[in-house]
């Protein structure tokens, strides 16, 4: 059973940052590729970043491309995303997913609860 659960949002005004946080709970984690989504009200969830099981290959969105920086740390179970410049449309509820595999799919097996990310104008 694999278990993940995100921390680190927030309120902050825009130009800020934030780094989120998550923590994987089970077996193997250095085993799985890793992502970070988002979903804004109203909207549907969106990708927004990727990360190979050893961390040699990430992929963005092209919307946070430049700005935010996904890594993980296989000795302690943790993936993190450092989000800089953050702008108002950057508002959403980001999850954390795993999934075996590469990251050349958007389909992943487990996700966590969610963060509240924040932006104000």
């Known amino acids: 059973q694999v278990q993940l659960v995100e921390s680190g949002g927030g309120l902050v005004q825009a130009g800020g940052s934030l780094t989120l946080s998550c923590a994987y709970f089970g077996r193997t984690f250095s085993t799985y590729a890793m992502g970070w989504f988002r979903q804004a009200p109203g909207k549907e969830r969106e990708f927004v970043a990727a990360?190979?099981?050893?961390?040699?290959?990430?992929h963005y969105a092209d919307s946070v491309k430049g700005r935010f920086t996904i890594s993980r740390d296989n000795a302690k179970n943790t993936m993190s995303l450092q989000m800089n410049s953050l702008q108002p449309e950057d508002t959403a509820n980001y999850y954390c997913?795993?999934?075996?595999?590469?990251?050349?799919?958007?389909?992943?097996?487990?996700w966590g609860q969610g963060t509240q990310v924040t932006v104000s104008s």
């Open positions: 990360l190979s099981w050893n961390g040699d290959i990430t």
């Open positions: 997913a795993a999934r075996r595999g590469d990251i050349s799919s958007l389909s992943y097996d487990y």
